[in-house]
T-cell receptor, first 115, second 114 residues
Framework: ETGVTQTPRHLVMGMTNKKSLKCEQHLGHNAMYWYKQSAKKPLELMFVYSLEERVENNSVPSRFSPECPNSSHLFLHLHTLQPEDSALYLC??????????????FGPGTRLTVL | AQSVAQPEDQVNVAEGNPLTVKCTYSVSGNPYLFWYVQYPNRGLQFLLKYITGDNLVKGSYGFEAEFNKSQTSFHLKKPSALVSDSALYFCAVRDMDSNYQLIWGAGTKLIIKP
């Protein structure tokens, strides 16, 4: 596998369920990101990890819980979500978070539907 | 505050014609600008970026973008559109006040008609 992979590609869950999204990057990058993409809105940055340390948390509700066990893997743990959390969740990675010229590379996303 | 705008929700172009997708920005300091494309049911793919130097930046799939400092614009262009170019295009600018986070436009849907 190359690039950034995400599983599952589609997820339907009830408001009381607990699920996890997984992201893996095969690019040797040091930074990883979670974004939320809703229709006709700019991408919303949720979390940033650099060298496995969380460096950004953009006022995301606690029902979203990230985990970065190593520089290649990133998880987003979900519990007691709301219907408005339904969206496409994108994972990205970059060589280094701190550089202004750094390019982010994205996975295909997980389409999440909360019933 | 840094910001980026894509003034058109949708752009329609006939196949073979030139295309332009518009992006304007507002930053303090030097702008670092990016274009990404998203095909249906796919993640975002990097097309090109402007860092410094030549105002015309060449990228993937035959796309290029023109940086215009006086008009604070970074429009995406292609001389001859293909039906396969139909997708969602996003412009982004680096936020120099917030740990270099990317600030994203809302996206422009490009439709190329045969």
């Amino acid at each position: 596998e190359t690039g950034v992979t995400q599983t599952p590609r589609h997820l339907v869950m009830g408001m009381t369920n607990k699920k996890s999204l997984k992201c893996e990057q095969h690019l040797g990058h040091n930074a990883m990101y979670w974004y939320k993409q809703s229709a006709k809105k700019p991408l919303e940055l949720m979390f940033v990890y650099s060298l496995e340390e969380r460096v950004e948390n953009n006022s995301v509700p606690s029902r979203f819980s990230p985990e970065c066990p190593n520089s290649s893997h990133l998880f987003l743990h979900l519990h007691t979500l709301q219907p408005e959390d339904s969206a496409l969740y994108l994972c990205a990675s970059s060589q280094d978070r701190a550089g202004p010229t750094d390019t982010q590379y994205f996975g295909p996303g997980t389409r999440l539907t909360v019933l | 505050a840094q910001s980026v705008a894509q003034p058109e929700d949708q752009v329609n172009v006939a196949e073979g014609n030139p295309l332009t997708v518009k992006c304007t920005y507002s930053v303090s300091g030097n702008p670092y600008l990016f274009w990404y494309v998203q095909y249906p049911n796919r993640g975002l793919q990097f097309l090109l970026k402007y860092i410094t130097g030549d105002n015309l930046v060449k990228g993937s799939y035959g796309f290029e973008a023109e940086f215009n400092k006086s008009q604070t614009s970074f429009h995406l262009k292609k001389p001859s559109a293909l039906v396969s170019d139909s997708a969602l295009y996003f412009c982004a600018v680096r936020d120099m006040d917030s740990n270099y986070q990317l600030i994203w436009g809302a996206g422009t849907k490009l439709i190329i008609k045969p």
